[in-house]
């Protein structure tokens, strides 16, 4: 049984709720992603906080890697273990374990693969990374399945898909079981399965279809963002949307630009994520109202002005465009700081400006106008 309110539409574009045991989530969200129980950038989880985050999304491969979950588990889970109280998900490891292709082979049971910080033979399947996320205790965990490459061979497609929903069926019953268990760290605990099925629609749509009837708590479009056009993704998610249970939260793994947000909404997705704000901050590029800045500029050395003079983010309260250039210039570790705070702050109230579109019913007049943008280079 679900915890999702669907509390309006607007076209294809959904307003809910989704009610954890670590609170409730807005949608549509964006979800900081801190993949190491971290954020990329030394923001903290009070810093988190005060950027309008909602939810935190955290890697089960990396965390069972190190520090180990057992580890975590001992030391009352994931969220005590960052000092974060709100919600979150962990990714299942399977994008991770499935990007070493060259250390890792896949079976039926699983994948047995090289850990990428010691070397170490690790196995992992649908049964593993359920026990792994039930020891981390997040609030929603994601099945394991197989991200496969794009473009792919339609006959390995239709294989993995295959094999990603006997996956999920295993997944299912592993969390089930784990969820009883006395002393279990999340009782709450959610599981979201994922499509897959590359940028094939008849597979798209089986695999979804199949993956609906099993009634989860929550769906995901996986395997995107990988190669494919932008074109071809949201043709992916039409496809896929129409035949994803309307009273379940959907998520689109992996994504992405502004744009890509804006107009995913508009396809009916209501969860997103992406390393896109953090890591384009560390790399002086910050996203503002009128387009992507690129703060090494030569033009900004002297410019006393905020990232954005729209932005009410605690840095555009208190430093300059020429300070910050001369910290990245000089390779401060605060550059790094302040420009994912800031970063994350523009992808967490534009998250809240989509939500006020949708409560106001003029979400297409905010797509229209912020859409394009949001994307192009100053």
Avoid at 102 to 121: A, C, M, P, T
Wanted: aromatic share 8%.
């Amino acid at each position: 049984m679900t915890q999702f309110q669907l509390l309006k539409t607007e076209g294809k574009a959904r307003r809910g709720i989704l009610r954890t045991a670590h609170g409730d989530i807005q949608t549509p969200v964006f979800m900081n992603v801190a993949t190491q129980a971290a954020i990329k950038g030394a923001l903290s989880s009070e810093d988190l906080q005060q950027l309008q985050c909602q939810v935190v999304l955290s890697n089960t491969y990396h965390l069972h890697v190190r520090p180990g979950d057992e580890l975590i588990r001992e030391l009352g889970g994931l969220h005590r273990f960052m000092r974060w109280d709100g919600p979150i998900l962990t990714d299942s490891g399977g994008f991770q374990v499935f990007s070493l292709a060259g250390l890792r082979k896949i079976r039926e049971e699983g994948v047995r693969f090289h850990s990428h910080v010691d070397g170490r033979l690790l196995f992992m399947g649908p049964e593993e990374s359920m026990r792994i996320q039930a020891n981390l205790g997040s609030d929603i965990a994601m099945a394991f399945d197989e991200c496969v490459k794009i473009p792919s061979p339609r006959k390995y497609v239709e294989e993995s898909a295959e094999r990603t929903v006997r996956w999920l069926e295993r997944c299912k019953a592993s969390w089930q079981r784990f969820l009883q268990e006395e002393g279990a760290v999340n009782p709450g605990q959610m599981l979201f399965g994922i499509n897959q099925g590359a940028v094939f629609p008849d597979i798209r749509r089986e695999n979804m279809k199949r993956i609906a009837e099993l009634d989860l708590p929550g769906y995901a479009i996986g395997g995107l963002a990988v190669g494919e056009s932008h074109q071809e993704m949201y043709d992916t998610i039409e496809v896929v949307e129409e035949w994803m249970p309307a009273d379940k939260p959907r998520y689109l793994m992996g994504v992405g630009t502004p744009s890509n947000i804006i107009e995913s909404v508009a396809r009916g997705v209501d969860f997103f994520d992406c390393v896109m704000p953090a890591r384009n901050g560390r790399h002086g590029h910050l996203f503002t109202k009128k387009g992507i800045l690129n703060i090494k500029n030569e033009k900004y050395a002297r410019d006393e002005g905020p990232i954005d003079p729209s932005c009410n983010c605690p840095v555009c309260r208190q430093y300059s465009r020429a300070y910050l250039r001369h910290l990245v210039k000089a390779e401060e570790m605060l550059a790094m700081r302040l420009a994912v705070t800031h970063n994350l702050f523009f992808y967490n109230n534009m998250m809240q400006e989509i939500r006020d579109s949708l409560d106001r019913d003029c979400f297409e007049e905010y797509r229209r106008e912020h859409s394009k943008i949001f994307d192009e280079r100053i």
